[in-house]
């Protein structure tokens, strides 16, 4: 179904499910995560379509990076870009993004990154990941990371490229279905 003219786009509907107890210690997770996929939408001019995410934990992030990637080891965050199927109300379905809360806390430990910040980026990384951006040249990613750090600056996130030695583009994976 089209927008009608003169009646704006439905908003990004956010699809926010825990799967893990171990989120119950960041309060703030789910909003970060809202905030930070709602400010890529805009800043991406994507203003409608349905994502959904679930904060879970390394070892269901395993088995799905195994059974999808075929690398059976837990990643930091997963997409799962839908293949332009909308859904009866002809919303278009954008797809999927998973995010481990150790591997994020390991990360976090491991690169003195302050948790809400690392987990605004992942949801950033994630949700590009869905509208086809990534990182398997040397100028997609550059155009990727890019995109990652005027969203994050609009948002109070510094820049995790500047601040930090950068991510190799393997460390930050997804899959597609």
């Known amino acids: 179904m ?3 003219p003169g ?5 990004l509907h ?7 107890p171990l989120w119950d210690g960041q309060p703030l997770a789910e909003k970060t995560v809202r905030n930070s996929v709602l400010a890529a939408a805009a800043a991406l001019s994507t203003a409608s379509g349905e994502v959904s995410i679930v904060l879970t934990n390394d070892s269901a992030i395993r088995s ?20 332009g199927h909308g859904t009866g109300e002809g919303v278009r379905l954008l797809g999927d993004i998973v995010i481990a809360f150790e591997t994020l806390k390991r990360e976090c430990a491991d690169e003195n990154r302050d948790f809400l910040h690392h987990l605004a980026h992942l949801a950033v990384h994630g ?6 951006y ?8 550059t155009t990727m990371e890019q995109l990652e ?7 109070g996130v510094p820049d995790p490229y500047l601040t930090h030695e950068p ?11």
Do not use: C, M, Y
């Open 127 to 132: 949700f590009l990941h869905l509208l086809g």
């Open 167 to 177: 991510v190799a583009p393997h460390a930050l994976h997804e899959a597609r279905s």
């Open 14 to 20: 956010i699809d926010l499910r825990i799967e893990s």
């Open 64 to 83: 799905l990076n195994r059974d999808w990637r075929g690398i059976d080891k837990p990643t930091n965050v997963l997409s799962f870009p839908a293949s």
């Open 149 to 155: 750090r005027v969203i994050l600056a609009r948002l």
């Open 134 to 141: 990534d990182h398997d040249s040397e100028s997609a990613a």
């Open 2 to 4: 089209k927008t009608p």
């Open 7 to 11: 009646r704006p786009p439905s908003p």
